[in-house]
């Protein structure tokens, strides 16, 4: 071969490695940051071998920025630190609305202006603080917050996170430019990672926080190359060599063209008011985000502006953190409670020395089973780390050991129900123990007359927890069916009720007895029957008496039924007990319209998936749910590729924009109403 004809093949090379590199760049990008790929994973892993081949062959041609020099850098025996170009300032905090206002009044002070602020909304995610330095594009270093002034230097670990570019996109970035942001670990990574952690008999991590952390400590790369992090860029700290655009959000826009994540929920709002309506967006929004959040930062949007306020000691004037709530607060396990359910389940309860905790005080909390009970290793008189995240039922994260008292007392799992003293039993392979009692168990009955009046169910108007445990202990029923007979004289002496609520009750009991088949099955309480379950007994079966004699071959015909739950409905109606319940029912005048046998397949939007989002004016969205799985339409709780249709009210948020971008058919409420006419007509 001739040094020319070499020199020619280099250059190829060359030129098919940038494709290369480019390509995996753009499809890198569509994958970690916008979620969104374009091709499958398998193209990619061609591509990225393809480069490795090469790689191997030409090694003068590896640079760093190329995708295949995130991983496999030889562990490090310590962390070297780094000064920062700039100081990283910290967040002073409001934790409310008064202090939120307060920040907007003093800022109007301090520029003498009483004009209306704009401020750059943006979650404030619960991870760990980092700066970027990148040189004409290419990462070179990766540092952590530190004190602000000096912080480790950790540019090989954020080299292997996927949302993080190891060479900037597009053009007209500065040729030298810090960017902050923060590291966070999103859910699911962080129960994927505990579960991985049980199975391997190491120790969870207590919160995706922490998990997050501990990950960008491995010294070794190749740990943190495992963990599905991800970085959210939030500032530009240093820059030389370029212009930068005049408001904040403007920045993190091009931030976010240069091929950094930047957060889908960013706005900007107007003055102390637009803050404190952006302030419960998030906070309603907050249980529903795939990642943990602990508040909201505002920033003043213009940066002239910013420049003149400039920063007091260690934090900038022009910024505030409003804090939520913690979801996480310590407490004492004071005693444990066994409490049955309506399917004779035992779940143990903590009872807790009343602690405040996402905004409300918390003095009970599940421990589930009893395979949670031996998990936390828990006794009582420990003192125990309680969350409280949405409206979720408060859990006990973990025990703090170190602090466990003398004489602190192992939970024993009771052998007889406590309400009815029945044997408990646990079937094999089942963490739930459960009441063998089931008719005769008092608290069996109570939760499944509760469940009978559930809003799901059949929708008993004024029949709450309270008063059906009144009506049990006054042996006034025994079970769902005698509810109907009910006396407006009984009812109206029960504590907390009335002559008025009585007639309120009785007749919202009248209303109830017209259903749907689908409720009514529900209704029953039958295990592992659920709403979907019953809707699709229901659609296949069309009338009680064809259910009723169904066999487990014939149940299992239906869509999602199982074995297991073809057994469940067999054994309830082969109960003789049950099936008087159902005739007493029909017998009282409950009633719906005979479905017509519809196979699926026939409906006008089988296939097709639904999401809800925002709300309503002419329904619930629970209504509107059932109105579209009743035209045969799956609804889902989020958008994805796979949604065809979103129905967005008004306060519609991510998942509009999420829906916008995937090219979704988004419809508002009126268009819902048009199409639901038009599917009955
Ligand atoms: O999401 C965050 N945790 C976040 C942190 C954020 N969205 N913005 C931030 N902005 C700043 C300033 C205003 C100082 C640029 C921050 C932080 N700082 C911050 N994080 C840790 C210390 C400071």
Redesign the pocket.
Known sequence: MTASADAKTITEVTQRLETLKQQLIYHGHRYYVLDDPEIPDVEYDRMFQELSTIEAQYPQLISPDSPSQRVGAAPLSEFTSVRHEMR????DNAFSSEDMQAFDERIKDRLKSDATIEYAC??????I?ISLLYRDGVLVRGAT?GDGETGEDITQNVRTIGSIPIRLMGEGYPANLEV?G?IYLPHKGFDALNKKALENGDKPFVNPRNAAAGSLRQLDSSITASRPLVM?A??VGWYEGGELPDTHMAIIEKLGQWGFFI?DQRRVVEGADGCLDYYQYLEKLRPSLPFD?DGI?F?VNSMALQQSLGFVSR??R??I?HKFPAQEEVTLLKDVEFQVGRTGAITPVAKLEPVFVGGVTVSNATLHNRDEVERLQIKIGDTVIVRRAGDVIPQIVSVVLSKRPEGAQSIHFPERCPVCQSPVEAKEGEAVYRCTGGFVCEAQRKEAIKHFASRNAMDVDGLGDKIVEQLVDNALIHSVADLFALKRDDVANLERMGEKSADNLLHALQESKNTTFARFIFSLGIREVGQATARNLAQYFGGLDSLRTASAEDLQEVDDVGPVVADFVVQFFAQEQNNAVVDALVAAGVHWQETEKVTPEVLPLNGQTFVLTGSLESMSRNDGKEILQNFGAKVSGSVSAKTDCLVAGPGAGSKLTKAESLGIKVIDEQAFLELIETLRS
Do not use: H, N, Q
Request: charged share 25%; glycine share 4%.
């Open positions: 990283m300032l910290s967040l943006e979650p404030k995610f619960d991870g603080a917050r902050r923060e959210c939030y500032s957060s959040i930062v920033k934090a900038p022009w910024a953190a």
